[in-house]
């Protein structure tokens, strides 16, 4: 054999082996067998539909990779190849009609296709409760709970600390808490599924007016209790100029109720120290100082408007 017939010869092995690379990786994955269709099931259980965005990766050919959205025809457009109707069909199936058409027009002998759905438009997500902006927005691959919390504005100032998650598939319900603890972690593990539903729980409200440190409402859970001495103590206690008569008004099912508060004897631990509830205004007026004693129901409550909210720490 002449030497050139010899480096003719290794480039016919080479380009063998190198046209053989993408049958070797599709048995490869056929290999993996039942688990890996069953984890691809799992990922593209949903069906691809109009205005859905896909990510396409065909292997070793970025020429014809891209991001392609679904049109009104419920059809992709290719770069090489044309058309190909995706309405209907699961990620999976799509990735098998691409590789079909490649085929079939002989633009690749041995495709290799992967499809990734970034968007699914019609498989909302709906973020209700204490949001700044509650409603549906479109599924975006690898997003979290606090993204689609972010979506929507941000939480309300009345916003608690407990998001509900309700799963459309299985209707499977999750609560955790979302707060700045290590726990938080977990609203930013989980990822949201097209149609899943996010609900920020509404925290409970004391409001603390009057002659006090720092007059406002504040943030309770809903599965925590608040005593008088522990409203007063967030409200960084009363000032020198209060008053120990102070007023509790409550909303009840006959409307608002005021009773009085004797404060002095709950600080001396001679009295009962009551439980808050949600709404609950607790007034302390300044001692000697007729336009604050002579405060009525009206005017209190007027006083409660417009505080600033804070959250518990």
Sequence with gaps: MTRRNLIAAQLVAVLFCFTALPGQTQAARNAQGPAA????????????D??????????????????LRVDEHGQITLPIGGAVEVKGLTAGQARQAIENIFR????????????????????????????????????????????FITLAGGVTPSASKTVTLNRQHGEQVVT????NSPQSAVASDVEIEPGDRIIVARAGVV??????????????????????????ALAQGMNKTAKYDAKLIRSTPAGRKE??????????????????????????????GKQWADKGL????????GVVIYGRL
């Design 37 to 48: 269709e069953a984890d691809d099931a799992s990922l593209h259980m949903l069906l691809l």
């Design 50 to 67: 109009i205005g859905d965005l896909i990510d396409l990766r065909v292997f070793d050919t970025p020429e014809l990779s891209g991001k």
């Design 104 to 147: 079939e027009q002989h633009i690749l002998r041995d495709p290799h296709v992967e499809v990734f759905v970034l968007e699914y438009a019609t498989q909302g997500v709906t973020v209700g409760g204490e949001v700044k902006l509650p409603g549906v927005y479109p599924w975006a691959a690898k997003h979290s709970v606090e993204d």
């Design 176 to 179: 955790f808490p979302l707060s």
């Design 207 to 232: 409001y603390v007016v009057g002659d006090v440190g720092r007059p406002g409402g504040y943030l309770i859970e809903s599965k925590e209790t608040i005593t008088v001495l522990q409203a007063l």
């Design 259 to 288: 009773s009085d508060l004797p404060l002095k004897k709950i600080l001396a631990n001679q009295g009962n120290d009551p439980k808050l509830q949600d709404g609950d205004i607790l007034f302390v007026p300044v001692s000697g």
């Design 298 to 305: 009206t005017s209190i409550l007027q006083m409660a408007v």
